[in-house]
């Protein structure tokens, strides 16, 4: 049995090892070329927080659009599939159109063998098939075509008119409009594609809606076998795995092929694509000599590149791919699209006001009814539209394949690097990017449609607008979709005025995309890694699972355990159950209001060097000539947490800003950076953490515990034999280890704050007994492990909002002047608390930039939560196992609990307006008795920092500093794009 274990285990990792070492060498694919690229991750490239649900791919995209800006293109990983991002507008149209026979093809993510209908359809179609197949087609999406399938829509409109009205009565109702407009979405294919009318407002759960929705949402299976066929193709060939849901496709083929053959025996003609295709089959479906008109600014324009002959032999499953291409491509892009609209036009009333005027006349000239040229007439609608598509394109990128060799000019003038492309090569045109890009269009996140009224439109460069695509291989269906827009519209904004209410969201915030991620009224899931996860948003339910049934959700979500690794594992964050209980009832004394007085002198004398420093540095020719010093501020409040976490927690002194080498600081960040190497390991442990302990994997960094264990257990050798007492960590550990640590129940209730956790005794066992002395090193690490970053980047929030806040800054130092002046003494712990403004201004803070942005717990017991929403009255089980998270960020930025979430305001804090506050909305150091007990270390050290800092210096902000933050991607902390860069200028300088 042992041998036959060895054996699996020692075959597994073999595939691990080579797994990493193959994507490690794709990962020189740009290097060994010279071409500048975003540094990737093994196996995932640069898509591995949209993989886990941290970003969107627009989100990546921005990001290489952004990283290089003299660059032509720019390298990323899409995978392991390496991708040259063109920047370059001017090799953007070359490529798409002049050089198009170099790039005919999309870059493949499945075949015809893989899956006959996704792989036959035009999209997936290569080379000379796809000519064929699009000079066949094209006929069938000339305006004449739309002109007969206009009433087919107009209808559709008028279900969703009637829909609303009989859910409205005479009042205004909230709606998600996506679930309305992907209903009527999908009603318009069922009607146009497929030639059979369904009503999925009325008849929610109606076949052809459940199975367009099976079809077009990938689930998690769908993803993972993409990605599965990105890395082997051929395995999929062999074993014919289709990525596409087999029931959905072969419903559809039935319906398609059903519907032509009747239509062909009875004779029936009804000018809808089955019509065209049947046409297409028998080689008759010719292009007339017609004007195509457009329908907008944004139809696409046929091109005379493709010079092949026409398909004449078609099957059904080439058939059904081309009506299918219409769910695929149509469904989601559409509902989307109209969705955007709505929400623009809610969020700025004057632009609908004008489209309901435009609107108004143009019904009532027609009376009430709608003919195909009259669309072009409504110039303000097209205005609305093509603006929605400029912010909101329905795709973020187009690709292309390169098909022949293929010479890229030089990335850019500095470099004189040239890149030849192989056929292969893939490439992205980031479409969301240039149509954002301020140098193309002006104040590009604002919503104006007058960019494209006839005075100003002449001065849009068209290439700067590709909604649809470009080139030859631009969306076939352009006029479609937007007839689809404009009727829509015309008999929404003819009964309707469109209306934000509580919950609409603004500015919009995208939601991170790649695995199914479905949001529902109560909570909602995804998949961490492979783990099922369960978001609780109702807070109701919050409390109830975080307090009051806290049994069934005692642990975290593990990374490691203490059998894997002896100090990460033991520390109080990851023990589990009893075990846990023991240590948090043991330490709980170690962190009251009287153990936090014996440490604010350390933390004092921190502060005091800190300032002592930045004089020195303010005192320079360059920071006198420019009136202040500017700094990243989270390098430097790294270097005050360091030093406080080594002085409190670890009893040494160190000098990190004057000394900025020296070993605590560096194995303090080594111990705490997330590397790849550590990532990896954790994602292995999630996978199959028997293969960790066999191996003997310890997840965090061993030089760094060996040299903190080694400090601790000095530290405790030396005043044991020498008798020291310190007021610090390692003697209340000492204490704690002995038995001797007690509670003061004196001072336990003294808060630090508005944001103190309040210790919630739930039912914990008793005080551990017998300490190891990794029990002891384990739990200093916890100050380092918990407190390093998430103290600094607190601190470096903080900072920025008083950049931008003067009149709040002004206030606090007010505030802090009137303290000093009246204080003859050192401070005290309980002075903390009269600092009202203070406390208010942290307390904000923390709220707009909590410490931990997600709360996690592990179901322990089987528990049932009750149904997400109304309109589901099952509940869920909840298994031994199964996680669930909180979103402390989101909840305490809801407009539900906080007015004007995004705003930096004390005042909610104060006396008179904090009482209204629900203290469940309010969880920067987490809830219920897992909640952070270090919270009033955390609070003492942030508020001593602050008198400081705002006793000696103004902070302000410099051309460096960027405002409103733009998170970077991260998998755990909040990190800002461009850093937290400010400046420090000296006050009273002459006293």
């Known amino acids: 049995m042992f041998f036959y274990l060895s054996s699996w285990l020692t075959f597994v990792v073999t595939i691990i090892l080579c797994l990493i070492a193959y994507s490690l060498h794709l990962n020189n694919f740009f290097k060994n070329r010279g071409i500048n690229y975003l540094k990737p991750f093994p196996f995932f490239g640069n898509m591995f927080n949209v993989t886990i649900g941290k970003d969107h791919l627009v989100d990546r995209i921005w990001d290489v659009y952004n990283a290089f800006s003299k660059d032509r293109y720019v390298g990323i990983f899409n995978y392991t599939q390496p991708i040259v991002v063109i920047k370059d507008i001017e090799l953007m149209k070359k490529i798409t159109i002049k050089d198009f026979e170099h790039f005919v093809d999309h870059i493949e993510f499945t075949d015809e063998v893989v899956d006959p209908y996704f792989g036959k359809s035009m999209f997936s179609l290569k080379g000379d098939r796809w000519k064929e197949m699009r000079t066949t087609l094209s006929p069938a999406f000339t305006s004449s075509k739309m002109r007969g399938m206009l009433p087919f829509i107009d209808e559709c409109g008028k279900k969703f008119v009637k829909h609303l009205n009989d859910s409205l009565g005479n009042e205004h109702i909230e709606f998600d409009i996506k679930d309305l407009t992907s209903r009527f979405s999908i009603d318009t294919i069922g009607t146009c594609a497929f030639g059979i009318q369904v009503d999925s407002l009325k008849d929610k759960e109606n076949n052809f809606y459940k199975s367009a929705k099976a079809f077009s949402q990938f689930d998690t299976l769908a993803i993972v076998k993409f990605f599965l066929y990105t890395l082997c193709p051929k395995l999929f060939r062999l074993l014919k795995i289709e990525i596409g849901n087999k029931d959905s496709t072969s419903f559809f083929h039935n319906l398609l092929v059903s519907n032509m053959n009747t239509r062909e025996k009875e004779k029936i003609v009804r000018h809808d694509m089955v019509h065209l295709l049947t046409l ?278 593990s990374i490691t355990d203490e059998e894997v690794d002896s100090l990460l594992g033991k520390n109080l964050f990851s023990l589990k159950g009893d075990k846990w209980r023991e240590m948090r009832s043991t330490l709980s004394p170690a962190f009251t209001s009287s153990k936090m007085r014996g440490m604010l002198p350390f933390i004092v004398d921190c502060s005091e060097n800190f300032v002592n420093y930045l004089k020195k540095q303010t005192d320079q020719k360059s920071a006198i000539d420019k009136g202040y010093i500017e700094f990243n501020s989270k390098d430097l409040t790294s270097r005050f947490s360091n030093d406080v976490i080594a002085t409190c927690a670890f009893g040494v002194k160190v000098d990190s800003l004057n000394d900025e080498n020296n070993n605590f600081y560096s194995f303090s960040k080594r111990f705490t950076n997330i590397t790849p190497t550590m990532i990896i390991k954790v994602f292995l442990y999630f996978l199959s953490p028997i293969i960790i302990r066999v191996l003997n994997l310890e997840i965090s960094d061993k030089k760094s515990t060996s040299y903190f264990r080694n400090l601790v257990m000095c530290n405790i050798a030396i005043r044991e034999k020498k008798n020291i007492v310190r007021h610090d960590m390692i003697n209340l550990l000492m204490l704690a280890k002995n038995g001797a640590l007690i509670s003061d129940t004196n001072s336990s209730s003294i808060d630090t704050g508005f944001a103190t956790v309040q210790e919630e005794l739930h039912d914990l066992k008793l005080k551990k007994t017998q300490w190891t002395d990794d029990d002891l090193v384990a739990q200093a690490l916890i100050f380092i492990f918990a407190g390093f970053d998430t103290i600094s980047t ?198």
């Open 280 to 557: 297409a089959k028998n080689g008759s479906l010719k292009t007339e000599d017609e004007k195509n008109e457009d329908v907008g600014f944004a139809t696409i324009k046929e091109t005379n590149q493709i010079d092949k002959p026409k398909k004449t032999s078609w099957t059904d499953e080439e058939l059904t791919a081309q009506a299918l291409i219409f769910i695929f491509a149509g469904f989601d892009t559409t509902s989307t699209a109209l969705s955007f609209l709505l929400h623009e036009l809610a969020m700025n009333p004057e632009f609908q006001k004008k489209i309901h005027e435009e609107i108004d006349e143009l019904m009532k000239n027609n009376s009430g009814k709608i003919d195909y040229n009259d669309l072009n007439k409504l110039k303000y609608l097209d205005m609305a539209v093509t603006e929605t598509l400029r912010l909101w394109p329905p795709v973020v990128a187009l690709d292309r394949l390169c098909v022949k060799p293929y010479n890229l000019p030089i990335q850019n003038e500095a470099s004189g690097v040239s890149h030849q492309m192989q056929p292969g090569d893939g490439l992205w045109i980031p479409v969301y990017s240039i149509q954002r890009d301020p140098q193309y269009f002006k104040n590009p996140n604002k919503f104006n449609p007058e960019r494209f009224s006839n005075e100003n439109k002449a001065e849009i460069d068209v290439n700067h607008y590709m909604p649809f695509g470009i080139g030859p291989r631009a969306c076939i269906g352009s006029r479609f979709a937007l007839m689809t827009f404009k009727i829509f519209a015309i008999h929404v904004l003819t009964n309707f005025e469109v209306l934000q209410c509580s919950k609409t969201m603004n500015p919009i915030k995208i939601k991170p995309h790649l695995f199914n991620m479905v949001p529902i009224d109560g909570h909602w899931g995804f998949f961490n890694f492979m783990s099922p996860i369960i978001i609780i948003k109702d807070l109701d339910l919050a409390k109830k699972i975080y307090i009051k049934d806290f049994d069934h959700f005692i642990d975290h979500v």
């Open 794 to 991: 607190a601190l470096s929030f903080l900072l920025h909002e008083l950049a931008m806040n003067h009149t709040v800054q002004k206030r606090l130092i007010e505030e802090i002047d009137v303290f000093f002046h009246d204080k003859n003494k050192d401070i005290d712990y309980n002075d903390l608390n009269k600092l009202k403004y203070l406390d208010m201004v942290i307390s904000e803070s923390l709220r707009l930039w909590p410490p931990a942005p997600i709360l996690d717990r592990v179901c322990v017991k089987p528990y049932n939560l009750p149904s997400s929403n109304d309109s589901i009255t099952s509940e869920h089980k909840l298994k031994i196992g199964d996680a669930i998270w909180i979103s402390a960020f989101d909840i305490q930025r809801d407009p539900k609990f906080f007015q004007n979430p995004e705003k930096f305001d004390p005042e909610r804090f104060s006396d008179d307006n904090k009482s209204s506050i629900d203290p469940r909305s309010y969880m920067p150091f987490g809830i219920g008795p897992r909640a952070c007990i270090g919270s009033r270390f955390a609070l003492m050290e942030l508020k001593i920092f602050m008198m400081f800092i705002l006793k000696n210096f103004e902070v302000t902000s410099t051309p460096k500093t960027v405002d409103p933050i733009k998170l970077k991607p991260h998998m755990f902390n909040l990190i800002p794009e461009g850093g937290f860069w400010i400046g420090f200028k000296q006050r009273n300088k002459s006293e």
